[in-house]
């Protein structure tokens, strides 16, 4: 294969490709979303769900990413990746969740997502997360800061948890992991204003960057639902890590994000339950 480490684009120049493709990802799914009812979806594993419209954007996705950048190596959720485990990590890699919260797209339940991060020599680069329903685009840089339809954004200031507003995921497909969730969950109840389990892991990112939530944590995520949303937390002020503290990689991982004072304060807490 080609050297993909040689003269790399800038990330503004991955951004741009980023959005462009993110864009008509989108717009596959807007205008699927009407006929809902009607579309045809598989089950991948229980609670697991792919349809024609998470391949239809992801293809939209490929073809836009593929034609501008031919040199990039790419990671899709589902397509996967032509590259081995160690290309990834050299040059460019776009990370493609071409629609998180499928389960809330197939109920037309309005909480569901395009995700494309993009990495340079396994680092994120820049991060595009476009909120479908409500038509938000979240995007970041490197060094660039986070922004919100243009706009830029901070994470929240609240560093009291008894007024902090939580998000989570649930890990629903593993049973064995509920009980000691369910621990965690309690504890966070009882310490903080509330807790959401919205359904679209790159949308609870996009929320803790934007200072809606004041953290979010889940216990297992793959790197399509949090290589753009770790870089819009970090480029908002905010602090992403995996669940034993360490910087959250762009993995199958858990994960815990926040404002740096709630995400202490969450750390702690995950860690005594
Ligand atoms: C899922 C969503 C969900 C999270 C799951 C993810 P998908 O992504 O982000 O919030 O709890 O772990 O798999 O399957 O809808 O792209
Ligand atoms: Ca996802
Ligand atoms: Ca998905």
């Known amino acids: 294969m080609r050297d993909r480490s040689n003269s790399l684009p800038s990330p503004g120049?991955?951004?741009?490709?980023?959005?462009?493709?993110?864009?008509?990802?989108?717009?596959?799914?807007?205008?699927?979303?009407?006929?809902?009812?009607?579309?045809e979806w598989q089950t991948k594993k229980p609670a697991d769900f792919v349809s024609e419209v998470d391949l239809a954007a992801e293809a939209t996705i490929l073809k836009i990413v593929r034609a501008a950048l031919p040199d990039a190596g790419i990671l899709a959720e589902e397509s996967g990746s032509a590259q081995s485990a160690e290309e990834r990590e050299r040059g460019v890699l776009f990370?493609?969740?071409?629609?998180?919260?499928?389960?809330?797209?197939?109920?037309?339940?309005?909480?569901?997502?395009?995700?494309?991060?993009?990495?340079?020599?396994?680092?994120?680069?820049?991060?595009?997360?476009?909120?479908?329903?409500?038509?938000?685009?979240?995007?970041?840089?490197a060094g660039g800061g986070a922004f919100s339809n243009g706009q830029p954004i901070r994470v929240s200031p609240i560093d009291n948890p008894r007024r902090s507003l939580i998000g989570t995921g649930f890990p629903f497909?593993?049973?064995?992991?509920?009980?000691?969730?369910?621990?965690?969950?309690?504890?966070i109840m009882k310490g903080t204003a509330g807790v959401r389990r919205a359904g679209a892991a790159a949308l609870d990112?996009?929320?803790?960057?934007?200072?809606?939530?004041?953290?979010?944590?889940?216990?297992?995520?793959?790197?399509?639902?949090?290589?753009?949303?770790?870089?819009?937390?970090?480029?908002?002020?905010?602090?992403?890590?995996?669940?034993?503290?360490?910087?959250?990689?762009?993995?199958?991982?858990?994960?815990?994000?926040?404002?740096?004072?709630?995400?202490?304060?969450?750390?702690?807490?995950?860690?005594?339950?």
Do not use: K
């Open 173 to 187: 497909t593993r049973v064995e992991e509920v009980d000691p969730y369910a621990r965690q969950l309690a504890g």
């Open 95 to 141: 990370v493609i969740d071409p629609l998180d919260g499928t389960t809330n797209f197939l109920h037309g339940y309005p909480e569901y997502a395009v995700s494309i991060g993009v990495l340079i020599n396994g680092s994120p680069a820049a991060g595009v997360v476009i909120d479908v329903a409500l038509n938000e685009t979240f995007t970041a840089t």
């Open 205 to 273: 990112l996009a929320a803790v960057a934007s200072g809606r939530f004041e953290a979010f944590w889940e216990t297992v995520l793959s790197p399509w639902d949090i290589a753009a949303g770790i870089l819009l937390v970090r480029e908002a002020g905010g602090i992403a890590t995996d669940l034993a503290g360490a910087p959250c990689p762009v993995a199958r991982t858990g994960i815990v994000a926040g404002n740096p004072a709630i995400h202490e304060w969450l750390m702690g807490e995950l860690r005594t339950e």
């Open 13 to 39: 120049r991955l951004l741009e490709v980023a959005l462009e493709a993110a864009n008509a990802g989108a717009a596959v799914i807007r205008d699927a979303a009407p006929r809902v009812r009607s579309i």
